[in-house]
């Protein structure tokens, strides 16, 4: 057996060991609003329900282990005391993951996400509207855990409202696990869905994916394409060249046939299938050679 004191591993390799062996972990899709009225929207894997009467949340933006720095959750609840938890099931974690990405002040990362902000009734933050569950949330208190890279922030959220989906409770009332769907953080990039086991997201942390906003149009009017499959197609740096496109054409006798039929459907199918195999570069280059 592999035995150490926590001391002695870099703080990387210790959180790694810990998001590994502590999971799965409920995902708290964490919606708050800094002082000037710009939202931010960003899920987090420390968290969970430590109290019914009163309702207590409890989640943790860690400050980053490479430099230091924290995050705009932290820093928002700590100027407005409010934030929404919002529940996380499987037709939104590509959206959420893509939200996970780090970009500057200023961005909307509803919008970058392709997720609908709704008003809250009781907090300001917005409510994610694709989520099945959301808590508007007053904040108590913030503990700071450590002053170092990795240390935690417990953020302790008194529920002040519950919004529920009428689609995932059961006849008897209650929320139905199979109709809601959950999906739960791992180690790595690895998630869990209930019920169906374990999956892969690529973080989208290296580098900033465009965003489901610079999706054209024409892509998302379709009505083609889940927010999974949208999520998934923010999630590059840069869209591929003309020259790129023209070589894949020409080099993949499918996708050339694909595009000879001038079927729209056929297109959006082959597309889907290299979004299946997390080859999000593909699945651009047959959407683009068809605009």
């Given amino acids: 057996m592999k035995s150490f004191q926590p001391s002695e591993l870099p703080t990387a390799q210790l959180q790694m060991y810990l998001q590994g062996a502590i999971a799965p972990r409920p995902i708290a899709f964490a919606s708050t609003i800094n002082e000037e ?22 989640f943790s933006p860690s400050r980053r282990v490479r430099d230091n720095t924290t995050k705009h959750t932290l820093e928002n609840v700590l100027a407005t005391k409010e934030v929404v938890i919002n529940v ?32 809250s009734d009781l907090v300001k933050p917005f409510r994610v509207a ?19 890279g990795g240390a935690g922030n417990l953020v302790i959220c008194e529920i ?22 959950l999906v739960s953080r791992l180690g790595g990039n ?8 374990l999956f892969e997201v690529p973080k989208p942390l290296v580098t900033l994916g465009i965003g489901v906003d610079s999706i054209p149009d024409a892509i998302k009017k379709d009505n083609f394409f889940t927010g999974n499959d949208l999520g998934m197609l923010g999630n590059i740096e840069a869209l591929p060249t003309e020259e790129e496109i ?9 996708v050339k046939a694909v595009l000879s ?21 593909s699945a651009w280059k047959v959407l683009l050679a068809k605009q």
């Fill in 88 to 119: 996380v099931n499987y037709d939104i974690v590509q959206q959420t993951s893509l939200s996970s990405t780090e970009y500057g002040d200023g961005v909307n990362e509803f919008e970058k996400a392709g997720l609908t902000a709704v008003a």
């Fill in 130 to 148: 694709e989520s099945p569950v959301q808590f508007e949330c007053k904040v108590n208190d913030v503990i700071a855990l450590g002053t170092e």
């Fill in 190 to 197: 690895w998630y869990s869905r209930s019920n169906m086991g």
């Fill in 261 to 281: 039929a001038d079927d729209r459907l056929k297109v959006n199918q082959l597309a889907k299938e290299y979004l299946e195999k997390q080859d999000i570069l």
């Fill in 160 to 181: 002040v409202k519950v919004h529920i989906k009428e689609e995932v409770l059961s006849e008897a009332g209650g929320i139905d696990q199979y109709k809601i769907d």
């Fill in 246 to 254: 023209a070589i894949f054409v020409q080099e993949n006798f499918t």
């Fill in 37 to 58: 009225g710009v939202p931010n929207l960003s899920p987090f894997s420390f968290f969970n329900i430590f109290s019914a009467n009163p309702p207590i949340l409890v």
